[in-house]
């Protein structure tokens, strides 16, 4: 048809829509993934995973673009330091490219009296890396056997390093999996809501720095 114009990023997000319904995912999966940047099968995953282990889990979302890349591109290191471009993906030292990450901001576990956080970090204060405790690290583990964009590295709330820690920013969007349910959130003024919502610790200051502590 004249004039129609589609390009190969629509036809591999369109792909992967359609490789996540045959895998499962709801079609409300594959609208939070046209809205967010994640992988329809990966919010599927992380849905029922939050569904089924009683968590609550909060991530940064990566480019929009990135939805066309998840399962062609491996995700985008730890120790990666430049930024995800228009496309989605990212350029590595050694000239590999990835697709930008989930960014994990906290996760917590609802027990009787509410949610009891689990810090996904490493376990002397402030460094970004390191042995995690064993219920986060058993718990990344076994999400990043389903998912096709892993998780990367710990959750950004609990790295108490005021000054390398990135904060919230104008611009970031969020996506909360709150037992069972798939949630986008719009800016850190959103995000800030879900948690006092919740009940939790809210770490980062009005300028969006983080506070330096998780409680």
């Known amino acids: 048809m004249v004039g129609l114009q589609v390009s190969i990023g629509e036809i591999l997000a369109d792909q992967r829509e359609s490789a996540a319904a045959r895998a499962g995912a709801s079609a409300q999966d594959i609208r939070v993934a046209r809205e967010t940047g994640f992988d329809p099968e990966d919010v599927m995953t992380l849905r029922q995973a939050s569904g089924a282990r009683n968590l609550l889990l909060f991530f940064r979302c990566p480019n929009l673009a990135a939805r066309s890349l998840h399962g ?13 471009g228009p496309s989605g993906a990212v350029q590595g030292a050694q000239g590999h490219l990835m697709v930008s990450d989930y960014d994990i901001m906290s996760c917590w576990r609802q027990e009787a009296a509410g949610f009891r956080k689990i810090p996904v970090t490493a376990t002397t204060p402030g460094a970004k890396y390191g ?43 969020y996506l909360a999996f709150r037992l069972g349910v798939a949630e986008p ?7 800030q809501r879900a948690y006092l919502t919740n009940g939790l610790f809210w770490p980062y200051l009005p300028n969006g720095a983080h506070c330096g502590r998780t409680a």
């Open 72 to 84: 062609l591109l491996p995700a985008k290191t730890a120790v990666t330091e430049a930024k995800s």
């Open 185 to 191: 959130l719009h800016g850190p003024e959103a995000l």
């Open 131 to 173: 042995a995690w405790p064993a219920e986060a690290r058993d718990l990344v583990r076994g999400l990043n056997r389903r998912l096709l964009t892993r998780i990367q590295h710990g959750a950004q709330d609990d790295w108490l390093d005021p000054v390398r820690n990135r904060g919230v920013k104008p611009g970031d969007e």
